[in-house]
């Protein structure tokens, strides 16, 4: 008989949305929680993340007078998964996740406005929407959270401007432009921030946005509560008595503590991003561990130990594929210093992936491959890129890498990566990070691409793109692609010539946001054997269980949604009188 330190109602392992989600409804529901984050800090990759959920037919919705239902979402999420997902998960996710959104709001410091014109990713699938199923969370002040507050892990560079504050997703999508208004908004920001001693003056900004202000306000609503949250107590076993999982074992300072979870044990601890022996198993490299822009204690801990106790995996294959580039540690701005992602990379002599979003958007850039030909449409939603990426490389062995090309007038408008509009990029072709030619066949050359192959390729894409329109592969076709283009280039934001010496280039390689395969689950989120039966006690959320979006990705916010949407289930479902018999 199992010996036990300690004693709660249900154990929690992770700390992001998914997992704080479902300790906060579990102790609102009378139980005694305990979460248990492996790190020395909270939030997982939530917390480093645009932090958006994606939930049809939310209330917010029907506030603003946009049209959803039921229906209309669960149609949706059938069109795009194609039959790859049982039905009873999608009906579940679809009915329960505007019930997230309204108790969260109802019960708890979290709050969210919707972003109106963000659209679902897929306008040909039936049931999509153009806008209001994307939602973000308010900003909170960080200082609310007290001495916790520095526990809350940071932002990457990617969402921090000059790597000090932060923004919201529709300032971003503003200041992307080559606009005047674009200009005149990141100077009011900058003013706002610099004006703000309280910001400005501090360790990080206390003026929380995206996924930091999620799993801020989720802290702080566990705080209200006195829910306890041990930081560095990694969980290293899953404890399985006469068929149950009864508790976990788990590293406590210096001493392994065995804790008993008399309702069950949910896990939300995240993929297998860092795990480049699971990565290479079920992915195409080792390398993928390394492209990945999730959280570096993503390591798969959850999957393992759900493996050691007889669980089954599913969608392993998948992950939130996103187009990268790999930054020399060493070229990391100045200003981005003291943050965990500096460090690491900086200590370990480590390039750090850097994920490509509105670059690939915006005009006058394109992607090509080794032989110097496009292999899809670049504005299209990051998974698919990425799935074209991998796609194209098993086909041919030429795209991985690729290359993003760019022409001087790109560079004097727009971000390339961590290369700010008009900044001098001396240092970064010095490196070797960026190649820089006066002619398509230089660069061509410094890149291994095929001179000739990628010369006949931007003379073609030259010659539609100086009417805006791009026969091969449509790119500024649709809103979802136009989202991030330029609005003041007509007649297609997306689409301009590459004409204007010097040339530049920088690696494409598919990383990721995530990886989205792990331990199937039903839909009350508990965790499945091999037979279909569940494991009882043991639930799982997140990244690390199959995800309820199959190989696919809704519209943004498709990664946490579910993840606090079955959190919410699982901790309903564990507190109900028929699970604690």
């Not at 959270?145 to 969402?159: A, I, Q």
């Not at 570096?296 to 392993?316: F, K, Q, R, V, Y």
């Not at 390339?416 to 960026?434: A, D, E, N, R």
Request: charged residues 20%; aromatic residues 8%; proline residues 7%.
């Amino acid at each position: 008989m199992t010996t036990w330190d300690e004693e709660v109602d249900i154990i929690v392992i992770g700390s992001g949305g998914g997992a704080m989600t479902a300790a906060l409804v579990a102790k609102d529901r009378g139980s005694k929680v305990l979460v248990l984050e492996k790190s020395s800090l909270f939030g997982g990759s939530t917390a480093i993340s645009g932090g958006s959920i994606w939930i049809p037919n939310n209330h917010l919705m029907a506030k603003a007078n946009l049209s959803d239902s039921t229906e209309e979402g669960l149609a949706y999420l059938r069109g795009i998964t194609s039959g790859q997902v049982a039905d009873e998960l999608l009906q579940a996710y679809v009915e329960s996740s505007p019930e997230v959104v309204a108790y969260l709001e109802e019960n708890s410091p979290v709050h969210f406005e919707i972003t109106p014109d963000y659209p679902d990713y897929y306008p040909h699938v039936e049931g999509n929407k153009q806008g209001g199923r994307t939602l973000e969370s308010q900003i909170f002040n960080l200082r609310k959270l007290g001495k916790h507050g520095k526990e809350l892990r940071v932002p990457g560079p990617h969402l921090l401007i000059l790597g000090r504050w932060m923004i919201r997703s529709p300032q971003a999508r503003t200041m992307v432009s080559a606009s005047l208004k674009s200009r005149l908004a990141i100077i009011r920001s900058f003013a706002s921030y610099l004006l703000n001693p309280k910001r400005s003056f501090a360790r990080r900004d206390t003026r929380l946005t995206l996924g930091n202000a999620l799993c801020g306000a989720l802290r702080l609503a566990l705080m209200e509560r006195g829910v306890p949250l041990w930081l560095e107590s990694p969980v290293t076993k899953l404890i399985n008595e006469d068929d149950r999982v009864t508790g976990v074992e788990a590293t406590r300072g210096n001493r392994q503590i065995r804790i008993r979870a008399r309702q069950g044990v949910i896990v939300a601890a995240g993929g297998f991003d860092k795990n480049p022996d699971l990565r290479k198993t079920h992915h195409i490299s080792a390398d993928c561990a390394v492209w990945s822009s999730g959280s570096p204690e993503n390591t798969g801990d959850a999957i393992t130990m759900g493996l050691e106790i007889g669980a089954s995996l599913g969608n392993m294959k998948e992950a939130w594929w996103m187009p990268t580039t790999m930054v020399p540690g060493n070229l990391l701005p100045w200003y981005a210093k003291g943050s965990w992602w500096t460090e690491q990379s900086l200590e370990q002599g480590k390039d750090f992936p850097w994920f490509l979003l509105p670059e690939r958007s915006l005009p006058g850039s394109i992607i090509v491959d080794a032989s110097g030909s496009r292999f899809t449409n670049e504005a299209a939603p990051y998974l698919d890129v990425g799935h074209a990426q991998l796609e194209h490389h098993r086909k041919n062995g030429k795209a991985i890498p690729a290359f993003q090309v760019a022409d001087h007038r790109f560079h004097m408008r727009y971000p390339l990566g961590p290369i700010m509009f008009s900044v001098p990029t001396k240092k970064f072709v010095q490196s070797g990070f960026l190649k820089k030619a006066d002619s398509i066949e230089e660069l061509a050359e410094q890149c291994g691409i095929d001179p000739q192959g990628l010369r006949n390729e931007i003379e073609r894409y030259n010659a539609s793109a100086r009417q805006g329109k791009d026969p091969d592969f449509h790119r500024g076709a649709t809103a979802i692609d136009r989202y991030y283009g330029d609005s003041i280039v007509k007649p297609n934001p997306c689409i301009a010539p590459i004409e204007k010496p010097p040339f530049y280039a920088i690696k494409v390689v598919p990383g990721d946001l995530g990886t989205k395969g792990g331990l199937r689950t039903d839909i009350h989120a508990q965790v499945l054997r091999e037979d279909g039966r569940p494991i009882p006690g043991l639930y799982a959320t997140g990244n690390c269980s199959a995800s309820v979006m199959g190989p696919t990705y809704p519209g943004a916010g498709g990664t946490i949604g579910p993840a606090m949407t079955f959190g919410y289930r699982a901790a309903r479902h564990a507190t109900s009188a028929r699970a604690s018999a």
